[in-house]
Protein backbone atom coordinates (compact mmCIF):
# COMPACT_ATOMS: atom_id res chain seq x y z
CA UNK A 1 0.00 0.00 0.00
CA UNK A 2 2.50 2.30 0.83
CA UNK A 3 4.64 1.41 -2.39
CA UNK A 4 1.65 2.57 -4.51
CA UNK A 5 0.99 5.72 -1.84
CA UNK A 6 4.76 6.76 -3.51
CA UNK A 7 4.39 5.37 -6.91
CA UNK A 8 1.24 7.79 -7.65
CA UNK A 9 3.58 10.56 -5.92
CA UNK A 10 5.40 9.75 -8.47
CA UNK A 11 3.06 9.98 -11.80
CA UNK A 12 2.57 6.32 -12.05
CA UNK A 13 -0.20 4.34 -12.89
CA UNK A 14 -0.62 1.53 -10.23
CA UNK A 15 -2.71 -1.73 -10.00
CA UNK A 16 -2.30 -4.11 -6.76
CA UNK A 17 -3.53 -7.44 -7.43
CA UNK A 18 -4.21 -9.43 -3.52
CA UNK A 19 -5.43 -12.97 -2.82
CA UNK A 20 -7.74 -11.36 -0.29
CA UNK A 21 -9.89 -7.82 0.07
CA UNK A 22 -7.71 -5.93 2.11
CA UNK A 23 -9.26 -5.92 5.52
CA UNK A 24 -7.08 -8.45 7.33
CA UNK A 25 -4.58 -9.83 8.36
CA UNK A 26 -1.11 -8.93 10.25
CA UNK A 27 -1.49 -5.15 8.22
CA UNK A 28 -4.71 -4.55 10.34
CA UNK A 29 -4.16 -6.74 13.62
CA UNK A 30 -0.24 -5.63 14.43
CA UNK A 31 1.05 -3.20 17.64
CA UNK A 32 1.13 -0.11 15.45
CA UNK A 33 4.82 0.83 16.78
CA UNK A 34 7.18 2.64 15.04
CA UNK A 35 10.26 1.58 16.66
CA UNK A 36 13.61 3.56 16.32
CA UNK A 37 14.40 1.36 19.48
CA UNK A 38 14.10 -1.44 18.23
CA UNK A 39 17.82 -1.64 16.10
CA UNK A 40 18.96 -5.17 17.69
CA UNK A 41 18.20 -8.06 14.59
CA UNK A 42 15.74 -10.66 15.38
CA UNK A 43 18.67 -13.07 14.22
CA UNK A 44 20.70 -12.03 17.57
CA UNK A 45 22.74 -14.41 19.58
CA UNK A 46 21.31 -16.80 22.06
CA UNK A 47 17.60 -16.72 20.12
CA UNK A 48 18.55 -20.20 19.16
CA UNK A 49 18.68 -21.83 22.52
CA UNK A 50 15.50 -20.07 23.31
CA UNK A 51 13.64 -21.48 20.02
CA UNK A 52 14.88 -24.99 20.75
CA UNK A 53 14.27 -24.56 24.90
CA UNK A 54 10.41 -23.33 23.78
CA UNK A 55 10.05 -25.37 20.99
CA UNK A 56 8.13 -28.37 22.81
CA UNK A 57 6.00 -25.56 24.93
CA UNK A 58 3.36 -24.60 22.18
CA UNK A 59 2.53 -21.77 25.21
CA UNK A 60 5.76 -20.72 25.11
CA UNK A 61 6.28 -16.94 23.24
CA UNK A 62 8.38 -18.11 20.92
CA UNK A 63 7.58 -21.11 19.69
CA UNK A 64 8.37 -23.57 16.89
CA UNK A 65 6.46 -26.86 15.54
CA UNK A 66 8.83 -29.68 14.80
CA UNK A 67 8.02 -30.69 11.40
CA UNK A 68 10.32 -31.86 8.54
CA UNK A 69 10.26 -28.78 6.14
CA UNK A 70 13.25 -28.55 3.90
CA UNK A 71 12.56 -24.68 3.26
CA UNK A 72 12.16 -23.97 7.20
CA UNK A 73 15.06 -26.24 8.11
CA UNK A 74 16.96 -24.32 5.47
CA UNK A 75 15.82 -21.06 6.71
CA UNK A 76 17.01 -22.39 10.37
CA UNK A 77 20.33 -22.68 9.08
CA UNK A 78 20.44 -19.37 7.69
CA UNK A 79 18.90 -17.47 10.86
CA UNK A 80 21.74 -19.62 12.72
CA UNK A 81 24.73 -18.41 10.40
CA UNK A 82 23.00 -14.88 10.73
CA UNK A 83 22.80 -15.05 14.58
CA UNK A 84 26.68 -13.66 15.32
CA UNK A 85 27.42 -10.69 17.38
CA UNK A 86 29.63 -9.24 14.56
CA UNK A 87 26.46 -9.59 12.18
CA UNK A 88 24.23 -7.71 14.95
CA UNK A 89 26.73 -4.86 14.96
CA UNK A 90 26.42 -4.32 11.11
CA UNK A 91 22.77 -4.51 11.54
CA UNK A 92 22.82 -1.75 14.37
CA UNK A 93 23.10 1.51 12.06
CA UNK A 94 20.72 0.10 8.95
CA UNK A 95 17.97 -0.64 11.11
CA UNK A 96 18.04 2.34 12.97
CA UNK A 97 18.53 4.54 9.78
CA UNK A 98 15.60 2.78 7.83
CA UNK A 99 13.18 3.13 11.33
CA UNK A 100 13.68 6.93 12.07
CA UNK A 101 13.52 7.57 8.14
CA UNK A 102 10.08 6.13 8.13
CA UNK A 103 9.08 7.98 11.46
CA UNK A 104 9.53 11.16 9.59
CA UNK A 105 8.19 9.77 6.48
CA UNK A 106 4.59 9.01 8.74
CA UNK A 107 4.91 12.52 10.31
CA UNK A 108 5.30 13.94 6.23
CA UNK A 109 1.81 12.04 5.74
CA UNK A 110 -0.18 12.79 8.32
CA UNK A 111 1.15 17.02 7.74
CA UNK A 112 0.45 16.37 3.89
CA UNK A 113 -3.17 15.91 5.06
CA UNK A 114 -3.57 13.15 1.92
CA UNK A 115 -5.69 11.09 4.53
CA UNK A 116 -6.35 10.98 8.04
CA UNK A 117 -4.67 8.78 10.85
CA UNK A 118 -3.99 8.38 14.42
CA UNK A 119 -0.65 9.02 15.06
CA UNK A 120 0.94 9.61 18.74
CA UNK A 121 4.61 10.08 19.81
CA UNK A 122 3.89 8.99 23.73
CA UNK A 123 7.50 6.38 23.57
CA UNK A 124 7.50 2.88 24.77
CA UNK A 125 8.15 1.41 27.76
CA UNK A 126 9.84 -1.80 27.97
CA UNK A 127 8.75 -2.93 31.63
CA UNK A 128 10.36 -5.80 33.40
CA UNK A 129 9.64 -7.80 36.22
CA UNK A 130 12.85 -9.16 37.49
CA UNK A 131 16.54 -8.04 38.33
CA UNK A 132 17.84 -9.73 35.46
CA UNK A 133 16.10 -8.20 32.54
CA UNK A 134 16.24 -5.14 33.86
CA UNK A 135 20.30 -5.19 33.69
CA UNK A 136 19.85 -6.61 29.68
CA UNK A 137 17.12 -3.40 29.28
CA UNK A 138 19.50 -0.91 30.24
CA UNK A 139 22.62 -2.17 28.50
CA UNK A 140 20.19 -1.98 24.97
CA UNK A 141 19.29 1.66 26.13
CA UNK A 142 23.01 2.27 27.13
CA UNK A 143 23.61 1.44 23.31
CA UNK A 144 20.34 3.70 22.40
CA UNK A 145 21.52 6.50 24.04
CA UNK A 146 25.05 6.08 22.87
CA UNK A 147 23.23 5.99 18.74
CA UNK A 148 21.97 8.93 19.62
CA UNK A 149 17.94 7.62 20.79
CA UNK A 150 16.74 9.67 23.60
CA UNK A 151 15.90 6.60 26.54
CA UNK A 152 15.75 6.79 30.37
CA UNK A 153 15.78 3.70 32.74
CA UNK A 154 12.73 4.32 35.56
CA UNK A 155 12.64 2.86 38.89
CA UNK A 156 8.88 1.45 39.84
CA UNK A 157 7.81 4.83 41.24
CA UNK A 158 9.00 6.56 38.43
CA UNK A 159 7.41 3.93 36.67
CA UNK A 160 3.96 4.09 38.43
CA UNK A 161 4.14 7.86 38.16
CA UNK A 162 3.69 7.99 34.58
CA UNK A 163 1.88 4.79 33.94
CA UNK A 164 -0.33 4.36 37.26
CA UNK A 165 -1.56 0.93 35.35
CA UNK A 166 1.00 -1.69 36.12
CA UNK A 167 1.07 -3.59 38.72
CA UNK A 168 3.80 -3.99 41.78
CA UNK A 169 5.15 -7.02 39.78
CA UNK A 170 6.91 -4.73 37.40
CA UNK A 171 9.65 -3.43 38.99
CA UNK A 172 10.82 -0.72 36.14
CA UNK A 173 10.97 0.05 32.60
CA UNK A 174 13.00 1.61 29.90
CA UNK A 175 11.46 4.89 28.44
CA UNK A 176 12.36 4.76 24.52
CA UNK A 177 11.00 8.16 24.34
CA UNK A 178 11.68 7.96 19.92
CA UNK A 179 8.90 5.62 19.21
CA UNK A 180 5.71 6.48 18.23
CA UNK A 181 2.47 4.44 17.34
CA UNK A 182 -0.55 4.60 15.06
CA UNK A 183 -4.00 2.78 14.89
CA UNK A 184 -3.20 0.26 11.88
CA UNK A 185 -6.74 -0.76 10.57
CA UNK A 186 -7.89 2.71 10.41
CA UNK A 187 -4.00 4.07 8.41
CA UNK A 188 -4.75 1.09 6.15
CA UNK A 189 -8.57 1.80 5.22
CA UNK A 190 -7.51 5.47 5.14
CA UNK A 191 -4.99 4.93 2.49
CA UNK A 192 -7.25 2.99 0.92
CA UNK A 193 -9.89 4.96 -0.14
CA UNK A 194 -7.31 7.93 -0.71
CA UNK A 195 -5.71 5.91 -3.32
CA UNK A 196 -8.85 4.85 -5.27
CA UNK A 197 -9.58 8.44 -5.50
CA UNK A 198 -5.80 9.16 -6.83
CA UNK A 199 -6.91 5.94 -9.40
CA UNK A 200 -5.47 3.23 -7.77
CA UNK A 201 -7.38 0.04 -9.28
CA UNK A 202 -7.34 -2.94 -7.04
CA UNK A 203 -7.94 -6.23 -8.19
CA UNK A 204 -8.89 -8.38 -5.12
CA UNK A 205 -9.35 -11.69 -4.51
CA UNK A 206 -7.04 -12.09 -7.42
CA UNK A 207 -4.16 -14.77 -6.18
CA UNK A 208 -1.38 -14.69 -8.32
CA UNK A 209 -0.69 -18.09 -10.02
CA UNK A 210 1.83 -17.83 -12.31
CA UNK A 211 4.25 -15.34 -13.95
CA UNK A 212 4.68 -14.64 -17.76
CA UNK A 213 7.98 -13.58 -18.69
CA UNK A 214 10.69 -13.61 -21.69
CA UNK A 215 14.11 -13.76 -21.28
CA UNK A 216 14.92 -11.16 -18.14
CA UNK A 217 11.68 -9.08 -18.53
CA UNK A 218 8.48 -10.04 -16.73
CA UNK A 219 5.17 -9.30 -19.16
CA UNK A 220 2.10 -10.49 -17.02
CA UNK A 221 0.90 -12.18 -13.77
CA UNK A 222 -1.67 -14.76 -14.10
CA UNK A 223 -4.55 -15.35 -11.53
CA UNK A 224 -7.62 -17.68 -11.35
CA UNK A 225 -9.44 -14.87 -13.05
CA UNK A 226 -7.36 -13.25 -15.82
CA UNK A 227 -4.25 -12.06 -17.06
CA UNK A 228 -2.47 -8.59 -16.12
CA UNK A 229 0.34 -6.76 -18.05
CA UNK A 230 2.33 -3.41 -16.71
CA UNK A 231 5.78 -2.80 -17.47
CA UNK A 232 6.58 -3.11 -13.63
CA UNK A 233 6.50 -5.23 -11.07
CA UNK A 234 6.64 -4.88 -7.58
CA UNK A 235 6.38 -8.38 -5.63
CA UNK A 236 5.30 -7.36 -1.40
CA UNK A 237 3.85 -10.74 -0.71
CA UNK A 238 4.90 -10.83 2.80
CA UNK A 239 5.20 -14.63 4.00
CA UNK A 240 4.18 -15.66 0.82
CA UNK A 241 6.80 -14.13 -1.45
CA UNK A 242 9.20 -17.41 -1.13
CA UNK A 243 6.85 -19.52 -2.60
CA UNK A 244 5.94 -16.69 -5.69
CA UNK A 245 10.04 -15.92 -5.96
CA UNK A 246 10.39 -19.73 -6.31
CA UNK A 247 8.41 -19.74 -9.20
CA UNK A 248 10.30 -17.36 -11.12
CA UNK A 249 13.69 -19.24 -10.01
CA UNK A 250 14.52 -17.33 -7.42
CA UNK A 251 15.89 -17.70 -3.66
CA UNK A 252 14.50 -15.37 -1.25
CA UNK A 253 13.85 -17.25 2.29
CA UNK A 254 11.65 -15.95 3.65
CA UNK A 255 9.36 -17.91 6.96
CA UNK A 256 5.70 -16.72 8.16
CA UNK A 257 6.13 -15.89 11.90
CA UNK A 258 2.21 -16.00 13.27
CA UNK A 259 1.56 -13.25 15.66
CA UNK A 260 -1.70 -12.93 17.76
CA UNK A 261 -4.12 -9.70 19.13
CA UNK A 262 -6.78 -9.50 21.28
CA UNK A 263 -8.73 -5.78 21.44
CA UNK A 264 -10.59 -4.72 24.43
CA UNK A 265 -13.14 -1.59 24.28
CA UNK A 266 -13.66 -1.11 27.64
CA UNK A 267 -11.93 1.85 29.48
CA UNK A 268 -8.56 1.12 31.58
CA UNK A 269 -5.87 3.20 32.53
CA UNK A 270 -3.13 2.17 30.10
CA UNK A 271 -1.93 5.55 28.08
CA UNK A 272 1.18 4.70 27.02
CA UNK A 273 2.73 1.72 24.55
CA UNK A 274 4.05 -0.92 26.31
CA UNK A 275 6.17 -4.29 25.74
CA UNK A 276 6.07 -6.69 28.64
CA UNK A 277 9.45 -7.87 28.57
CA UNK A 278 9.72 -11.07 29.88
CA UNK A 279 6.28 -12.28 28.58
CA UNK A 280 7.30 -10.77 24.71
CA UNK A 281 3.73 -8.89 24.33
CA UNK A 282 3.09 -5.86 23.11
CA UNK A 283 -0.24 -2.99 24.27
CA UNK A 284 -1.08 -0.25 22.43
CA UNK A 285 -3.55 2.29 23.50
CA UNK A 286 -5.15 2.65 20.13
CA UNK A 287 -7.86 4.87 18.99
CA UNK A 288 -10.71 3.60 21.10
CA UNK A 289 -9.43 0.58 21.85
CA UNK A 290 -6.49 -1.03 23.58
CA UNK A 291 -4.50 -3.96 21.94
CA UNK A 292 -2.59 -6.53 23.54
CA UNK A 293 -0.25 -8.33 21.00
CA UNK A 294 2.24 -10.94 20.44
CA UNK A 295 4.32 -14.17 20.31
CA UNK A 296 5.98 -15.48 17.63
CA UNK A 297 5.14 -18.94 16.67
CA UNK A 298 6.58 -20.64 13.24
CA UNK A 299 4.20 -23.46 12.35
CA UNK A 300 3.54 -22.62 8.10
CA UNK A 301 1.62 -20.20 6.45
CA UNK A 302 -2.00 -20.57 8.22
CA UNK A 303 -4.34 -18.39 10.42
CA UNK A 304 -5.22 -21.69 13.06
CA UNK A 305 -5.41 -20.31 16.55
CA UNK A 306 -3.79 -21.95 19.48
CA UNK A 307 -5.85 -21.41 22.22
CA UNK A 308 -3.16 -22.43 24.48
CA UNK A 309 -1.19 -19.57 23.03
CA UNK A 310 -4.35 -17.17 23.71
CA UNK A 311 -4.66 -17.84 27.27
CA UNK A 312 -1.10 -16.65 27.96
CA UNK A 313 -0.73 -13.84 26.11
CA UNK A 314 -4.25 -13.17 28.51
CA UNK A 315 -2.86 -14.61 31.41
CA UNK A 316 0.34 -12.27 31.12
CA UNK A 317 -2.00 -9.13 30.91
CA UNK A 318 -3.28 -9.65 33.78
CA UNK A 319 0.40 -10.15 35.41
CA UNK A 320 1.59 -6.87 34.73
CA UNK A 321 -1.70 -4.78 35.26
CA UNK A 322 -3.90 -3.99 38.09
CA UNK A 323 -7.66 -4.41 37.00
CA UNK A 324 -6.57 -5.31 33.35
CA UNK A 325 -8.38 -8.96 32.71
CA UNK A 326 -9.64 -9.96 29.42
CA UNK A 327 -12.84 -11.64 29.42
CA UNK A 328 -13.81 -14.98 27.04
CA UNK A 329 -15.45 -12.90 24.42
CA UNK A 330 -12.19 -10.96 24.18
CA UNK A 331 -9.95 -14.19 24.11
CA UNK A 332 -12.66 -15.69 21.02
CA UNK A 333 -12.13 -12.47 19.46
CA UNK A 334 -8.23 -13.81 18.98
CA UNK A 335 -7.02 -13.05 14.99
CA UNK A 336 -3.41 -14.20 14.15
CA UNK A 337 -0.81 -12.63 11.52
CA UNK A 338 1.88 -13.63 9.42
CA UNK A 339 5.13 -11.94 9.45
CA UNK A 340 7.80 -12.39 7.00
CA UNK A 341 10.64 -13.06 8.49
CA UNK A 342 13.95 -13.19 6.76
CA UNK A 343 16.94 -15.35 8.02
CA UNK A 344 19.09 -12.23 9.37
CA UNK A 345 16.00 -9.93 10.53
CA UNK A 346 17.06 -7.51 7.36
CA UNK A 347 14.07 -6.84 5.13
CA UNK A 348 14.86 -7.81 1.34
CA UNK A 349 14.63 -4.43 -1.14
CA UNK A 350 15.39 -4.15 -4.35
CA UNK A 351 15.73 -5.26 -7.70
CA UNK A 352 17.09 -8.69 -8.64
CA UNK A 353 20.09 -9.58 -10.97
CA UNK A 354 17.47 -11.86 -12.98
CA UNK A 355 14.55 -9.33 -13.92
CA UNK A 356 14.81 -6.05 -15.11
CA UNK A 357 11.13 -4.70 -14.10
CA UNK A 358 10.83 -6.83 -10.66
CA UNK A 359 11.42 -4.95 -7.46
CA UNK A 360 11.02 -6.98 -4.05
CA UNK A 361 9.99 -5.69 -0.74
CA UNK A 362 9.10 -8.25 1.91
CA UNK A 363 10.80 -9.84 4.90
CA UNK A 364 10.56 -6.90 7.21
CA UNK A 365 10.02 -9.36 10.12
CA UNK A 366 8.37 -7.12 12.98
CA UNK A 367 9.08 -4.16 12.31
CA UNK A 368 6.89 -3.59 8.74
CA UNK A 369 4.54 -1.85 10.18
CA UNK A 370 7.24 0.52 11.18
CA UNK A 371 8.93 0.34 7.93
CA UNK A 372 6.08 0.29 5.60
CA UNK A 373 6.56 4.58 4.16
CA UNK A 374 10.47 4.27 3.84
CA UNK A 375 9.91 0.58 1.55
CA UNK A 376 7.26 2.51 -0.13
CA UNK A 377 9.34 5.22 -1.03
CA UNK A 378 12.23 3.22 -1.53
CA UNK A 379 10.56 1.45 -3.85
CA UNK A 380 9.04 4.08 -5.71
CA UNK A 381 13.04 5.75 -6.23
CA UNK A 382 14.62 2.54 -7.75
CA UNK A 383 11.54 2.13 -10.43
CA UNK A 384 12.13 6.20 -11.17
CA UNK A 385 15.95 5.53 -11.52
CA UNK A 386 16.28 8.05 -8.65
CA UNK A 387 18.85 7.91 -5.66
CA UNK A 388 17.42 5.84 -3.06
CA UNK A 389 16.48 7.44 0.42
CA UNK A 390 19.39 4.91 2.18
CA UNK A 391 22.05 2.31 0.60
CA UNK A 392 20.04 -0.67 -0.69
CA UNK A 393 23.05 -3.18 -0.09
CA UNK A 394 22.40 -4.82 3.49
CA UNK A 395 19.05 -5.24 1.75
CA UNK A 396 20.02 -6.97 -1.45
CA UNK A 397 17.72 -9.73 -2.69
CA UNK A 398 20.51 -12.62 -3.83
CA UNK A 399 21.88 -12.50 -0.06
CA UNK A 400 21.28 -15.84 0.85
CA UNK A 401 20.84 -17.49 -3.01
Not at 257 to 286: C, H, Q
Request: charged share 25%.
Amino acid sequence: MCSAYYLIKEGYEVTVLDKKDITSGVSFINAGFIIPSHFISLAAPGMITKGLKWMFNSASPFYVKPRLDYEFIAWALNFKKSATLAKVEKAIPVLMDINLKSRGLYEDMLSSMDFPFHYEQKGLLMAYQSVKSGEEELKVAERAVKEGLEAEQLNRDQLRNIQPAFSDKVIGAVHYKCDSHTTPGQFMLNLKSWLKEKGVVFELNQEVKKFVYDSNKIIAVETQNGSFQADEFVLTSGSWTSSLAKSLGLKIPIQGGKGYSMDIYRPNEITIPSVLVEAKVAVTPMKGFTRFAGTMEFSGNNSDIKRKRVEALANSVAEYYDGVTLNSEEKEGAVSGLRPVSPDGLPFLGRTSVFKNLTVASGHAMMGWSLGPITGKLVAEIISEKQTSVKLDPFRIDRFA
